[in-house]
């Protein structure tokens, strides 16, 4: 990972959903091929983060920048169009579509031929080009997993966030989300993660931050989180 | 079968017009109440373009459709979009379609009067078919259904705008982090759901009398259709409406006809109580 660029800057960001600010002025940043992690209890404001940086809501204070350019409080379908994807918390799947149907909602600002895209998402995911006539509310939550994670990555975005990626999987199922996400990584995609299972996520990582209230607590290299003593205590249950 | 065949035709009115109350309710998450009044709306269109213009039912039809989604269009335009803008509550919403049903309803009494009306179409003679006497009306009704209902499915299954119109009612947060253009999709559910309705409320003129109050008192039945199919499943409502159609009718077998709009009252209330997710919505 010698490359040095910002790909996302984000500084003193500060933002809430009622008169209540939720962050106090968080500052993270992701160089380009990295993947950083996000860690912090319940309620420290770690989807809230990934919200705002998405333009799904909008920043009080500070400033969010991608490849360059200022997208703070610039809209969702701004953000995908410069190169970032999304997938969130929950519901990060349509339904009541197929899998096809999904991956192609993915693509939905592309007007050309997407079937390069979906051989490369089949590839990754094998087990969607199978069944991929099915609705994706039929599926196992393993396979809905992999259907989020397929449609963000159908327009190949520079930057993939993902919210608790391997929350309420089975371990075997965990493992080849973490499998994946490193896949996804080697073939060039940087990646930000929010995880609880902190330990899995920090051993796939270049580097973590840590939320508590809204506020960075710390920073290091993965490795390094994952020793700190202070961090094992409060974050990693000893 | 005189009931059966009766039940059909009502059940595939219900069911054509339910669809876009259905899709806009699990969409914008509000129920809209001037749904049954663009029905009404849609058949005195109809009925000025054929019986005041002279023109042919068929043109009058298509224009009636024209003019009602044309309506929908503005009212997005200089309520709907403006008001989600605000962040407005789902009660706000509801009350200002409470009002747009009052004001439409009231606009067609102002001009066309409380009274009931007719197209100005020959009268033809009903045929015998196992019994039951087939008005030509009621078979133009269930073919034109079902021509719009295949439509509708090729549109939903096979087009862009189709699928990502079924994406927004599943999701709609996840369809604006996926770069869907939600405004523009929105707009694209209001026609093809009052497109619909409109249709409906032209092939429910030929069927029964034109009052300024038939699409009112189609809500609770459509309401029901909505609820039986599971909220923002096309395919659930249009089967709901058919039974709904169908018990409506059937009901008159036992119970005096006054009582035929207390059905779909029960079966809704009975649907909520055991299965709220509707019968034909659970495969969520
Ligand atoms: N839509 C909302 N409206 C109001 N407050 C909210 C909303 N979403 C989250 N909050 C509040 O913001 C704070 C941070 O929530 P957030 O979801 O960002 O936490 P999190 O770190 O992602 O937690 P978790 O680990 O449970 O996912 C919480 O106090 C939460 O109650
Ligand atoms: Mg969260």
Known sequence: ?238 | MQLVINGLVIGSIIAITAIGLSMIYKTLNFVNFAHGDFVAFAAYIALFANASLGMHLASAFLVAILATIVLGIFMEKVVWHPMRRKNASRTTLIIISIGLALVLRNTLIFIWGGSTRNYNIPVRRGFEFFGATIAPNQVLVIISAFILVFALHCLLSRTKIGKSIRALSDNIDLARISGIDVDRVILWTWVIGLGLAAAGGVLYGLVTAIRPDMGWYLLLPMFAAVILGGIGNPYGTIAGGIVIGLSQELSTAILPTEYKFAVSFVVMTLVLLLKPEGIFGGAK
């Open chain 1, 1 to 238: 990972m010698g490359v040095k660029v910002k790909i996302l800057e984000v500084r003193d960001l500060v933002t809430g959903y009622t008169d209540l600010n939720i962050l106090h002025g968080i500052s993270i940043h992701i160089k380009s091929g990295e993947i950083v992690s996000i860690i912090g209890p319940n309620g420290s404001g770690k989807s809230t983060l990934m919200k705002t940086i998405f333009g799904l809501l909008r920043p009080r204070g500070g400033a969010i920048v991608f490849k360059d350019h200022d997208i703070t409080g610039v809209k969702p379908d701004a953000v995908v169009r410069l190169g970032m994807s999304y997938v969130p918390q929950e519901k990060e799947f349509f339904p009541s579509l197929t899998i096809l149907e999904n991956l192609e909602m993915g693509a939905f600002i592309r007007d050309d031929d997407i079937s390069d895209s979906l051989e490369r998402i089949y590839a990754i995911f094998p087990a969607l080009k199978e069944k991929r006539q099915i609705r994706a509310g039929s599926l196992s939550g393993g396979e809905q997993r992999m259907v989020g994670i397929g449609r963000a990555l159908m327009l190949s975005p520079d930057l993939l966030l993902l919210d608790e990626p391997s929350a309420g999987l089975a371990p075997v199922m965990r493992n080849m989300v973490f499998e994946k996400i490193a896949e996804i990584n080697r073939a060039g995609t940087s990646i930000l993660i929010v995880e609880q299972n902190a330990r899995r996520s920090l051993g796939i990582s270049d580097r973590g931050y840590v939320l508590e209230t809204g506020r960075n607590r710390f920073e290091g290299r993965g490795q390094e989180l994952l020793e700190n003593e202070d961090v094992l205590r409060l974050y990693l249950g000893g």
